[in-house]
């Protein structure tokens, strides 16, 4: 309510009845304040659309800038660091799969060599020709399963330099960090003053020649209903 409004509210009514001015006013400062405040009211409901304007969010954890960028970066590291213990950990299964491989192809290839003399000299031994084709087919078997652990190792590995990107993005963010912090003290530098704000005298409510609608408060009502009815 500006000054006008507050003038021509009191002249309008009766001077002798303060108390129903007083409430006159008051009730048209709340519905001022109502409308006014009306983004401001609910932090908890804040949330930012796009193509929907809204009032500076308020200065909770969930939007203060940097804390959540610090969230960001402390998380992604923590986690990349425990994807980057499990591709190891293929890394050394696989590696163990393919020596056992090695180690069990090299028995089964003598025992093959043996089959094969024994199948020959003896061709009317069925057994001797069944245990080398069985040994035949179990190498191949085990030479699908040292492809297989080859690709898991060669896998793990493309996915370790892939990871590379994401200390590459935690990096930037930093970087983005960085900067926003050596703004914000810059800024605070900039309009650093002299005098404590705890010691500074409070802002007037009403300045004669603002063009902003300022809201009278309880003194101010008091003191200007007192004011006319000295008059």
Same mark, same amino acid.
């Given at each position: 309510?500006?000054? /006008?409004?507050?003038?021509?509210?009191?002249?309008? @009514?009766?001077?002798?009845?303060? =108390?129903?001015?007083?409430?006159?006013?008051?009730? *048209?400062?709340t519905?001022?304040?109502?409308?006014?405040? =009306?983004?401001?009211?609910?932090?908890?409901?804040?949330?930012?659309?796009?193509?929907?304007?809204?009032?500076?969010?308020?200065?909770? $954890? /969930? *939007?203060?800038?940097?804390? +959540?960028?610090?969230?960001?970066?402390?998380?992604?590291?923590?986690?990349?660091?425990?994807?980057? &213990?499990?591709?190891?950990?293929?890394? *050394?299964?696989?590696?163990n799969?393919?020596?056992?491989?090695?180690e069990?192809?090299?028995?089964?290839e003598? %025992?093959?060599?043996?089959?094969?003399?024994?199948?020959?000299?003896?061709?009317?031994?069925?057994?001797? +020709? =069944?245990?080398?084709?069985?040994? =035949?087919?179990?190498?191949?078997?085990?030479?699908?399963? $040292? /492809?297989? #652990?080859?690709?898991?190792?060669?896998?793990?590995?493309? #996915?370790?330099?892939?990871?590379q990107?994401?200390?590459? %993005?935690? +990096?930037?963010? /930093?970087?983005?960090?960085?900067?926003?912090? #050596?703004?914000?003290?810059?800024?605070?530098?900039?309009?650093?003053?002299?005098?404590d704000? &705890?010691?500074?005298?409070?802002?007037?409510?009403?300045?004669?020649?603002?063009?902003?609608?300022?809201? #009278?408060?309880?003194?101010?009502?008091?003191?200007?209903?007192?004011?006319? @009815?000295?008059?």
């Open positions: 309510m500006t000054q /006008e409004e507050l003038d021509a509210l009191i002249m309008s @009514g009766d001077l002798d009845d303060s =108390t129903d001015i007083k409430k006159n006013i008051q009730e *048209h400062i519905e001022q304040n109502q409308d006014s405040n =009306t983004d401001f009211m609910d932090a908890k409901n804040y949330k930012i659309e796009a193509g929907k304007k809204w009032p500076p969010p308020p200065p909770t $954890d /969930e *939007h203060k800038v940097v804390h +959540q960028l610090d969230d960001v970066t402390k998380d992604s590291e923590v986690k990349a660091t425990q994807i980057f &213990d499990q591709l190891d950990y293929i890394n *050394h299964q696989s590696d799969i393919i020596k056992a491989s090695k069990i192809k090299d028995y089964l003598k %025992h093959q060599e043996i089959f094969e003399k024994l199948s020959k000299k003896f061709p009317q031994v069925d057994t001797f +020709q =069944t245990s080398l084709e069985e040994t =035949t087919a179990i190498l191949k078997t085990l030479k699908s399963i $040292d /492809e297989s #652990a080859n690709d898991c190792l060669d896998s793990s590995m493309q #996915a370790m330099d892939i990871m990107f994401q200390d590459i %993005h935690r +990096q930037k963010i /930093e970087r983005v960090i960085n900067v926003m912090r #050596a703004l914000t003290q810059y800024m605070n530098s900039l309009f650093e003053g002299k005098i704000d &705890d010691k500074r005298a409070s802002s007037a409510t009403y300045i004669a020649g603002d063009s902003k609608d300022d809201l #009278a408060n309880e003194d101010d009502i008091e003191a200007l209903i007192a004011s006319f @009815g000295k008059k």
